[in-house]
């Protein structure tokens, strides 16, 4: 987790600094399932946190990840900018 949460302040910064304005973050990491939560339970809440950007950034190695890449298509294909 802690790896999670430092490179989401990395990209949070590297955001800002592509859009030259601050930017307000949808908290998309998820510690609240109970149980022992499957993928698709973290897939389906992010698309749904999607559903409400205006703006995703997809971090280094994206494409490397399962569900990364199906919110990427999801992003492209609802017309969500995507930076990288």
């Given at each position: 987790?802690?790896?999670?949460?430092?490179?989401?302040?990395?990209?949070?910064?590297?955001?800002?600094?592509?859009?030259?304005?601050?930017?307000?973050?949808?908290?998309?990491?998820?510690?609240?399932?109970k149980?022992?939560?499957?993928?698709?339970?973290?897939?389906?809440?992010?698309?749904?946190?999607?559903?409400?950007?205006?703006?995703?950034?997809?971090?280094?190695?994206?494409?490397?990840?399962?569900?990364?890449?199906?919110?990427?298509?999801?992003?492209?294909?609802?017309?969500?900018?995507?930076?990288?």
């Open positions: 987790d802690k790896e999670i949460l430092e490179e989401r302040e990395m990209a949070i910064k590297k955001a800002k600094a592509i859009l030259r304005e601050d930017v307000e973050v949808l908290d998309t990491f998820f510690d609240y399932f149980g022992n939560p499957k993928p698709l339970n973290y897939l389906a809440k992010s698309i749904d946190f999607l559903a409400d950007a205006d703006i995703a950034y997809f971090a280094s190695g994206w494409q490397n990840a399962r569900g990364c890449r199906i919110e990427h298509q999801c992003a492209v294909g609802y017309g969500i900018q995507c930076i990288y």
